[in-house]
């Protein structure tokens, strides 16, 4: 099997610009800054943009940001449960032991992202468009990826338990050593896909197939 590419880790500067307070306004921009133990819960704003930077317990709970751009950004340890983050782009981003139950990123566009250890239990990642992307560890019951294209995605020791994959193109696709118990997703989609035996098995009865070996005599 030919071995895949790893997503691109965010090109980070050797020392960023401290933050301690931050208002949030439409096309605001950000570059080389460190953004840490920030409270901007139900903030709201469109456009913003920010670069080759570190965010650290920044409180983004019901956050509205409308195409928000991150470009070379680690996040650890941040709470963006409930955000809207339609039409985001995002590239070379690693987002570390956060939260991101509930949020929504409807149609945004995902390029060398990694996520490790990050809960996003009922996130919105509905006409989505990701390119080399891998999610370690992460929480993803009942998380919703109808009609996104993804091409180059691993979801390593991932919980999918009733994840939504319906209508999602799959290229390159790896699901080795993650629960995909009551996943939903039809059979064109996984051709390709990387799986274990034991996977198999559970695969089969998501596409509606039923195994018996019994032999009818004629």
Do not use: W
């Amino acid at each position: 099997m030919k071995e895949k590419a790893s997503p691109q880790r965010p090109r980070l500067p050797v020392s960023f610009v401290n933050l301690e307070k931050l208002i949030l306004e439409d096309y605001a921009e950000f570059a080389e800054h460190k953004l840490a133990s920030l409270d901007l819960v139900d903030a709201a704003a469109k456009n913003i943009s920010i670069e080759e930077s570190l965010l650290q317990r920044v409180a983004l709970t019901s956050a509205q940001l409308p195409k928000l751009r991150f470009r070379d950004v680690r996040v650890e340890g941040c709470d963006l449960s409930a955000a809207q983050l339609e039409k985001s782009r995002l590239l070379r981003v690693e987002i570390r032991s956060s939260r991101l139950i509930g949020v929504q990123m409807l149609a945004a566009e995902l390029t060398d992202v990694i996520f490790r250890d990050c809960n996003f239990e009922g996130a919105f990642f509905a006409s989505a468009h990701g390119k080399h992307l891998r999610f370690e560890n992460c929480q993803l019951q009942n998380a919703t990826f109808e009609g996104a294209t993804l091409e180059n995605i691993t979801f390593s020791g991932c919980d999918l338990r009733n994840a939504d994959f319906r209508n999602v193109t799959l290229t390159q696709a790896d699901l080795r050593g993650s629960n995909i118990d009551g996943m939903q997703i039809a059979p064109e989609a996984v051709r390709g896909t990387v799986i274990t035996s034991t996977q198999a098995l559970q695969m089969v009865g998501l596409l509606g197939l039923i195994v018996d070996d019994e032999v009818l005599d004629l």
